[in-house]
Nanobody
Framework: QVQLVESGGGLVQAGGSLRLSCAASGRTSSDYAMAWFRQAPGKERELAATINRNGGGTYYADSVKGRFTISRDSAKNTVNLLILSLKPEDTAVYYC???????????????????WGQGTQVTVSS
């Protein structure tokens, strides 16, 4: 079992940047594919980015391509999400998630993920 704790959210102006971090404990994060999902008020939870266990494979939602970068820091057992050029529509609660899966697989559906953090709020003002 793994516990996930997100940090780094906050209030930022449009065009700004944030770096979200997800700290894993209990198990090594490389045992899991990791992802960042987000959920805006009144909307379903959606995948923003995912990275496979290998760390060499990533997937991004079309709405975030070119602005979001997901990465692993094995030494710190964390998964990070760098967000550039923030837009008001990026406002949401961002959740870190872990999926026990094979080495190269990239899960994209919420039901493929076994563990979730509590979330961190990102608010972008226009």
């Amino acid at each position: 079992q793994v516990q996930l704790v997100e940090s780094g959210g906050g209030l930022v102006q449009a065009g700004g940047s944030l770096r979200l971090s997800c700290a894993a404990s209990g198990r090594t994060s490389s045992d899991y594919a990791m992802a960042w999902f987000r959920q805006a008020p009144g909307k379903e939870r959606e995948l923003a980015a995912t990275i496979n266990r290998n760390g060499g494979g990533t997937y991004y939602a079309d709405s975030v391509k070119g602005r979001f970068t997901i990465s692993r820091d094995s030494a710190k057992n964390t998964v990070n999400l760098l967000i550039l050029s923030l837009k008001p529509e990026d406002t949401a609660v961002y959740y870190c998630a872990a999926a026990g899966t094979t080495w190269f697989y990239l899960p994209t559906r919420p039901d493929e993920y076994d563990y979730w953090g509590q979330g961190t709020q990102v608010t972008v003002s226009s």
